[in-house]
């Protein structure tokens, strides 16, 4: 199994920047993506950004494309999401979760993080 515990949310003016971490523990040899998924208030989960942990490459919703970056730090076991340019359409909780080796799905997830964008 793994832990995930994010941190770095917080509150924001519109146009500001944010940086999100998330630190996992446990069966972190085992990790094949790690994931920022958020869900706004009465909206579903979706995806916002993933990366591969062996070979670093990313996918982004489009919605973020070009103002969030989804980095990652193998040696702390680390992912971290860089947002900016933020829009108070990005408020939500901002989940990490971590995805296995021929896993469909994303197996591990942490409690949450609120970001809250103000216009």
């Known amino acids: 199994q793994v832990q995930l515990v994010e941190s770095g949310g917080g509150l924001v003016q519109a146009g500001g920047s944010l940086r999100l971490s998330c630190a996992a523990s446990?069966?972190?040899?085992?990790?094949?993506?790690m994931g920022w998924f958020r869900q706004a208030p009465g909206k579903e989960r979706e995806f916002v950004t993933t990366?591969?942990?062996?070979?670093?490459?990313?996918v982004y919703a489009d919605s973020v494309k070009g103002r969030f970056t989804i980095s990652r730090d193998n040696a702390k076991n680390t992912v971290y999401l860089q947002m900016s340019s933020l829009k108070p359409e990005d408020t939500a909780v901002y989940y990490c979760?971590?995805?296995?080796?021929?896993?469909?799905?994303?197996?591990?997830w942490g409690q949450g993080t609120q970001v809250t964008v103000s216009s």
């Open positions: 446990g069966r972190t040899d085992r990790i094949y993506a």
């Open positions: 979760a971590v995805r296995y080796p021929f896993r469909p799905n994303y197996d591990y």
């Open positions: 990366i591969s942990w062996s070979s670093g490459s990313t």
